[in-house]
């Protein structure tokens, strides 16, 4: 299955930024990444979770405020 999109964006909270993947066609849903210890993982700074973006090969991402 191909990777579509990448988007960046605020957890419930809105203090923490998330990362989220849609997975094969254009109407398919975000799927968030997800940690051992997080059922979402969240990064402090948009900053951060460009780095952790440009570690996997990630060439853009949106952001959605």
Request: charged letters at 25%.
């Amino acid at each position: 299955m191909p990777l579509r999109e990448f988007v960046v964006g605020r957890d419930a909270s809105r203090t923490k930024w998330t990362f989220s993947v849609r997975l094969g066609g254009p109407h398919s849903r975000l799927i968030p990444v997800r940690s051992r210890r997080e059922a979402i993982r969240t990064w402090a700074s948009l900053t951060a979770v460009g780095r952790f973006a440009e570690g996997l090969g990630v060439r853009g991402f949106a952001v959605e405020l």
